[in-house]
């Protein structure tokens, strides 16, 4: 049956789909309690389809995960949580830096694929193989979407699952074999995923990725072809996409009456995406002309430091005068400055290189006009260079990406009432007209605090303290009522008020919960799941 014949369950949505953003461990503990609140309301049985996203993908995966274990859903969220308040990614990424490498190895330091091994731990994900949810019917998804984006045609490149024949894997340039794809670790694919720029680099599919005895990296690249030689880099599914969205809406392109999406976006809007960095107090008077002059001196008094040395030093050896003492005098000396004049002979030839670089590329050359620079002037334009760059990634790029998703979304007739956005903010927004309607909706100020501790956590792969947890995962839950709540009172009037309508029961779940959340003076707790 797929999911546009399931019948909806007694006072449900229908099917559900969920849309987890990216966001590092904002994103994992958020979207972790929105599942809680679908377990707690009656409503996760009903989602059968979710696109994750970076951060999203660690929950997303984790769930997945629990299903083929056959854990119920109390016992995944009491693990998991566990796991994101003792797990530091980067911290314990850089301890394994270099350590699973054999000794003698040619093989690269990688972040990212000392996160992928971190994740591969028994207490995560192990080394389950994306085979095991191909084909699992313990698995409650139709569709799920691990999301990355490959950086040879910049498009998302998609390892999924899905119950449509012929589903594609991977993207149209690139297609991933399911006799490939089987055999791929979860824990790659979570890593591909989460694979933020400035903080690792790419994820090499499939040379980096860890392949088993059995289909061993050989025969992936003889299956796969001539379009994966030299491997396809991924990285970060939030570069293209970072809510997950569109690879639901492609999932779905087909069906008349598609699932009811949830979005839970961590996304947060500041009103101001960049700040000029303040120019220091005093430019300085030393060029950068000057400092290679001063390389230059240094250059020569070095040399000459080292003849010298090498000279006395060989007179007191020829004289027969040599004493272990001598060494610290002479030889050592001589090697110091012998190997300062090598450095900056060294120094001097890559900046050598870099200008006829520049030169090339530029057809200009930009020494005579950078000599007159002050060290500082320099410095803050490279500072003010990185610090745009940054934000122009980090935030211009994903709000401009995030728009046209959410535009195309909002156009596309299908969705209209079918569509809840669970933005990471919505507790702290005034809606004056909805308020005044239905007054008990209104967030209490312990929730519009808790939704702005929540909103202004970083993004960041660890959590300083279980409270930080403790705010977003309850935040993610709450934020899910209210919004249901929302999305029942605007868009399904006369169909949830009374007794016998079918969304009644869901509401009265609904209203139970908001009534406990609302009330409590302190953040809001796990609550057990209400009978349906």
Same mark, same amino acid.
């Given at each position: 049956? #797929? =999911? ?30 929105? %599942?809680? +609140? ?9 989602? @059968? ?7 999203? $993908? &660690? ?19 009491? #693990? ?25 190895? =040619? ?40 999301? $990355? ?18 589903? &594609? ?6 297609? %991933? ?8 670790? %979860? ?58 969205? /569109?690879?639901?809406?492609? *999932?779905?392109? *087909?069906?008349? #009456? ?39 001196? +240094?250059?020569?008094l070095t040399l000459a430091s080292a003849a010298i040395l090498a000279w006395r030093g060989f007179e007191t050896a020829s004289q027969g005068r040599w004493a272990p003492r001598d060494s610290f005098l002479y030889l050592i000396p001589g @090697?110091?400055?012998?190997? @300062? ?9 890559? %900046? ?12 200009? /050359? ?24 940054? *934000?122009? $990634? ?19 007739s299908r969705f209209k009432d079918r569509r809840v956005s669970n933005l990471i903010t919505a507790l702290t927004v005034d809606r004056p007209h909805l308020f005044a309607q239905h007054p008990w909706l209104k967030p209490g100020p312990h ?29 993610? *839950? ?6 249901? &709540? ?23 779940? &609904? ?22």
């Amino acid at each position: 049956m #797929s =999911q546009e014949s399931m019948p909806p369950s007694p006072g449900s949505l229908g099917p559900l789909a969920l849309s987890l953003s990216g966001g590092g461990y904002r994103a994992a503990a958020f979207h972790l309690g929105a %599942l809680r +609140l679908l377990d707690t309301v009656g409503l996760l049985p009903d989602v @059968v389809g979710m696109s994750t996203v970076s951060g999203g $993908t &660690l929950t997303g995966m984790a769930w997945v995960t629990s299903q083929l274990e056959g854990k119920p859903f109390h016992a995944f969220h009491a #693990s998991y949580s566990r796991y994101l308040k003792q797990t530091n990614v980067i911290a314990e990424a850089l301890t394994g830096l270099t350590s699973n490498r054999d000794h003698g190895s =040619q093989a690269w330091a990688s972040l990212i694929r000392s996160a992928a091994d971190l994740y591969a731990r028994p207490d995560f994900l192990g080394d389950r193989r994306l085979g095991e949810v191909l084909d699992s019917d313990r698995v409650q998804l139709r569709e799920a979407i691990f999301n $990355t984006t490959e950086f040879h045609t910049g498009l998302d490149f998609r390892f999924r699952r899905s119950d449509k024949p012929g589903a &594609l894997l991977g993207n149209h340039g690139y297609r %991933l074999p399911r006799a490939v794809g089987q055999h791929i670790r %979860l824990a790659d694919i979570t890593a591909a995923s989460s694979c933020f720029p400035g903080g690792f680099e790419p994820l090499v599919f499939p040379q980096q990725f860890h392949w088993p005895q059995d289909f061993p990296l050989d025969s992936a690249e003889q299956a796969l072809g001539a379009k994966f030689q030299g491997g396809l880099p991924l990285m970060d599914g939030g570069i293209y996409d970072n809510q997950g969205i /569109d690879s639901l809406m492609l *999932a779905y392109a *087909a069906s008349e #009456s598609p699932p009811t999406l949830i979005i839970s976006d961590v996304s947060t809007q500041s009103p101001r995406m960049y700040d000029v960095p303040e120019n220091p107090t005093k430019r300085g008077w030393v060029t950068l002309n000057g400092v290679s002059w001063m390389a230059y001196g +240094l250059f020569a008094l070095t040399l000459a430091s080292a003849a010298i040395l090498a000279w006395r030093g060989f007179e007191t050896a020829s004289q027969g005068r040599w004493a272990p003492r001598d060494s610290f005098l002479y030889l050592i000396p001589g @090697v110091l400055t012998a190997a @300062v004049a090598t450095s900056l002979v060294w120094a001097r030839g890559r %900046l050598n290189d870099v200008m006829a670089l520049l030169k090339r590329q530029m057809d200009l /050359d930009v020494w005579p006009s950078f000599k007159q620079l002050t060290v500082l002037e320099f410095a803050q334009m490279l500072v003010l260079r990185v610090t745009s760059l940054l *934000a122009l $990634t980090s935030q211009v790029f994903m709000k401009r990406v995030r728009g046209l998703v959410f535009n195309q979304l909002y156009q596309d007739s299908r969705f209209k009432d079918r569509r809840v956005s669970n933005l990471i903010t919505a507790l702290t927004v005034d809606r004056p007209h909805l308020f005044a309607q239905h007054p008990w909706l209104k967030p209490g100020p312990h929730l519009v605090a808790l939704g702005t501790q929540a909103s202004q956590m970083p993004t960041t792969l660890w959590f300083t303290d279980d409270s930080q947890f403790t705010a977003v995962e309850s935040a993610g *839950a709450a934020t899910l009522c209210y919004t249901l &709540l929302r999305h029942l009172v605007e868009h399904h009037a006369g169909h949830y008020e009374g007794p016998g309508q079918p969304l009644n029961a869901l509401y009265e779940r &609904l209203r139970q919960q908001w009534a406990v959340l609302n009330q409590e003076r302190a953040q809001p707790q796990v609550q057990q799941p209400v009978a349906a």
